[in-house]
Every structure is written in C-alpha cells, then in structure tokens.
C-alpha cells in the first residue's frame, strides 16, 4: 500500500517526508510492540532477546511511561534493521529508486 502511495507522488519533491513518515511509522510499530508486551515479565523476556542489557532492561520495562514515550526508548533495541528483517519497506529508499 506505501508503495503504490510513494509511486503517485514520486513527481512532487517529497524527500524529507518520507524520511519523516519513516520514523514516525518505525515509531508507532515500536509502540504496538511495547503495548503487544503487557506484563513487566515479556517486557524483560524479549528486550532480553533483543540484546539489552540486563539492568537497562529491567528499567524499562518497570518503567511508568506511556507506550508512546517508551517507543522513543526502544528506539536501540528496534532499529531499522529489525524492522528491515521483519519486512518492513523504506519509503525513503523506495523514492531514491524512482527518481
């Protein structure tokens, strides 16, 4: 769907957006995660399996934040390539290749 988006609007000079729209959706994916990760005990299981250390993963995942503030700190352990991995497309690299 993104990409049949960026391939109308390949005409217009939308390269900064698409930067931006990448981060943001990046960020909400991180949020759907964190809230996907209800309980303190998953939080600590699978920022473990990401690679965290010990103590930073047992400060996240006690923390009181909102989801959306903690996206902003999962930002290390999610980068884009996990989502890259995941299947997740890049929209600035897709309207690299169409101009």
């Known amino acids: 769907f993104l990409m049949g988006w960026l391939g109308y609007f390949r005409i217009a000079s939308a390269k900064t957006h698409c ?6 959706i990046r ?11 209800k309980r303190v005990r998953t939080r ?4 473990r399996a990401l ?3 010990e103590w930073v993963a047992l400060k996240m995942a006690n923390s009181r ?7 902003r700190n999962t930002n290390n352990a ?5 989502w890259e ?9 897709r309207y690299l290749e169409l101009c």
Do not use: F, H
């Not at 960020?27 to 990760?37: F, S």
């Open 19 to 24: 930067g931006n729209l990448d981060q943001w």
């Open 27 to 37: 960020r909400r994916l991180r949020m759907c995660l964190w809230k996907q990760w």
């Open 44 to 47: 600590i299981r699978e920022l």
């Open 51 to 53: 690679g965290v250390p």
């Open 65 to 71: 934040r909102g989801a959306w503030e903690m996206s």
């Open 78 to 82: 999610l980068d884009t390539s996990y």
């Open 85 to 93: 991995a995941e299947g997740l497309k890049s929209l600035l690299t």
